[in-house]
C-alpha cells in the first residue's frame, strides 16, 4: 500500500507531534499557522499526531482544497 508522502525539502524533525491523549492543538504542527476547516492529520504508530493547515497541505503533500460547492 502507497501513503501520502511529503515533497522534497519536508523535514519531519520540525513536526511538532501531539501526544496521543491530547486535544488537537489550534496550530499547525508544522508553521505553526491557524490548521484552518479541514486540516491534514497524520496518526504515528505511538499514536502521536500532528495536523496540518491548509497552505503546508498544499505546498509540502500537492493536495488543494475548495471553497464551497461546485456549481
Known sequence: MTGLRPKA???WSRVN???PDS???AVCSYC???PGK???I????SGHVAQF???CQRRWFGLESYPGEPE
Open 9 to 11: 525539502g519536508f523535514r
Open 38 to 40: 479541514v486540516p491534514l
Open 42 to 45: 497524520f496518526t504515528a504508530e
Open 53 to 55: 493547515c491548509e497552505e
Open 23 to 25: 486535544v488537537r492543538s
Open 17 to 19: 507531534w501531539g501526544r
Open 32 to 34: 505553526y499557522g491557524l
